[in-house]
């Protein structure tokens, strides 16, 4: 029998090729794995029985539009929606012959860091079941470290794919902006949102970019990468220049056990030939938080008024046109969606947009400008991906700012629209803690090089020990 848990999609490529097991073998032992332990995780949303391709499987987050496949981005809005095309990187996976495996759990539209926001109950952390999988591409993150996939699709607009992987022990790639098509995936904010890899390691990573990365015509923010997707084999980072902004190393709420791991991960750095030193981002830190959170409920508030109860889903209200919008997008949409509309609404409304998005803007191109800088002196930057480890199911849920806060290292380098790679560098409280590679735009060769090498380094064991 397959071993799930510790199998790499690059050995499952392997097994096939050495015709030791199909692609269909591997879907029903993928299928088999859902079957016996996603009832403690509940990372699935739908599965799928029929297998199209004879590659190794894939899970996608349910706001990646399938073919046939309900998609409801976990939201009852959506309830029931099965879409009549494929988005791109579903496509692109199709043409792969990775064969879908299923649907994976999500905070509502994405909006959160727990995957306790979804309208279908919480996903679990498989290194603790009573903790959170980070979010909002908590289902993705935990059906890979539970092996219930050997690598999955996430979307990432704050975090959202950095962090699960930080709490789930996992690599998970934040792409640079326009390097994948966001063309039928359900949006959220869209100067921000991209599609990413959730794996085991970083050469699944890069195999998997290497398959969605690459311009859409239907998607006009897409462009050419500026070369080919290489998958890393270097060992060393002799020649690399490792930069440590110190905002991102020593912010507030940084727990000691994470903080120390990236240290030991830093002079690993060292160790491995590199140059280390010392940089600053003083405002990115300061008014990244504040910035995003004007900017992507803004975008949100505008991508989210499509959801009216005539073209998707459920309709709620038996009375006028405006009676059955207000009833349906009252019992559809969640409490966080409905903060983030209501929030964006009013930063977009007349005598508030300049003061408020308007100014958001001009401060995310502050934001750019810094990281420029900073990057101009290092190759790569190095901190934590989150602050804390996988904090336990409810803890945050009454507390929306401190959920916020999860995400206030993930979110500075993804206002600049910089790719991100965050790799598990040890445990802390016996949980895994991340640490965030950030690079100029279109350095994901260069952050998988300086992951791979920190990953044969650090020597951890994906497979959450109370699994093994």
Known sequence: MTDTLRLTAEE???????????????????????GERDGELHAYLTTVEAAE????????????????????????????YKPVFDSTVAACCKEAGL????????????????????????????WDPERVPGGSSGGSAAA???????????????????????LCGLVGLRPTYGTVSRYGIVAFASSLDQVGPLTKTVRD????????????????????????VEL????????????????????????????E?????????????????????????????????????????????????????????KGDIREMYMQTRDEGFGDEPKRRIMLGTYALSAGYYDAFYGQAQKVRTVIRDEFAAALEQFDVLISPTSPTVAFPLGAKTEN???????????????????PGLSIPCGLSEGLPVGLQLIGPQFSENLLFRTGHALERAIGFDFVPERLR
């Open 12 to 34: 499952a490529m392997g097994l096939i090729e050495r015709s030791e097991a199909s692609g269909a073998e591997l879907h029903r032992a993928y299928l088999d794995a859902i």
């Open 53 to 80: 391709g004879a590659g190794v499987p894939i899970a996608l987050k349910d706001v990646i539009s399938t073919k046939g496949v309900e998609t409801t981005a976990g939201s009852k809005i959506l309830a029931g």
């Open 99 to 126: 064969p879908l495996i299923g649907k994976t759990n999500l905070d509502e539209f994405a909006m959160g860091s727990s995957t306790e926001n979804s309208a279908y109950g919480p996903t679990r952390n498989p």
């Open 144 to 166: 890979v470290a539970g092996g219930l996939a050997p690598w999955a699709l996430g979307s990432d607009t704050g975090g959202s794919i950095k962090q699960p992987a930080a």
């Open 205 to 228: 990573a890069a195999f998997l970019y290497r398959i969605i990365a690459g311009r859409d015509p239907l998607d006009s923010t897409t462009v050419d990468l500026p070369e080919p």
């Open 232 to 259: 890393p084999e270097t060992e060393d980072l002799k020649g690399l220049r490792i930069g440590v902004p110190r905002e991102l190393n020593e912010a507030e709420g940084i727990e000691p056990g994470v903080s």
């Open 261 to 317: 791991a990236v240290q030991r991960a830093i002079e690993l750095c060292r160790e491995l030939g590199a140059e280390v030193g010392e940089t600053t981002l003083p405002r990115s830190v300061e008014f990244g938080m504040p910035c995003y959170y004007l900017i992507a409920p803004s975008e949100a508030s505008s991508n989210l008024a499509r959801y009216d109860g005539v073209r998707y889903g459920p309709r709620s209200g």
């Open 400 to 418: 929306p700012l401190a959920m916020y806060l999860s995400d206030v290292l993930a979110i500075p380098p993804n206002m600049a629209g910089l």
